[in-house]
Nanobody, 129 residues
Framework: QVQLVESGGGLVQPGDSLILSCAASGRSFNIYAMGWFRQAPGKEREFVAAIDWSGGSTYYADCVKGRFTISRDNAGNLVYLQMNSLKPEDTAVYYC??????????????????????WGQGTQVTVSS
């Protein structure tokens, strides 16, 4: 079964850090770009970060730039999201997704949900004091 499974979410305080992991199984995801999205209650799903197949190019939403870092371990079929200086507004369910393409050519294409054809179930991140 081809699937993505996120882990690492939890309840943290403002200013804390978390590392989310996305484990891919069922086939190799090494040739696909990957992304992280999030959805807060009552809001639409929004783009967070993306990385191309090699890890050479990354893209970030303005609201997380400088605080979050996306990376990947192709040998282990893993994608990570390092989240630092967390804020209450980062509270959401975070989803890992596999892109149809290996390369991401622009910020616009990185954020286009249509280009992601496999999604995980999500992991909850709650930032609260």
């Amino acid at each position: 079964q081809v699937q993505l499974v996120e882990s690492g979410g939890g309840l943290v305080q403002p200013g804390d850090s978390l590392i989310l992991s996305c484990a891919a199984s069922g086939r190799s995801f090494n040739i696909y770009a990957m992304g992280w999205f999030r959805q807060a209650p009552g809001k639409e799903r929004e783009f967070v970060a993306a990385i191309d197949w090699s890890g050479g190019s990354t893209y970030y939403a303005d609201c997380v730039k400088g605080r979050f870092t996306i990376s990947r371990d192709n040998a282990g079929n893993l994608v990570y999201l390092q989240m630092n200086s967390l804020k209450p507004e980062d509270t959401a369910v975070y989803y890992c997704a596999s892109n149809r393409n290996a390369l991401i050519k622009s910020m616009e294409s990185a954020a286009r949900t249509y280009d992601y054809n496999l999604w995980g179930q999500g992991t909850q991140v709650t930032v609260s004091s």
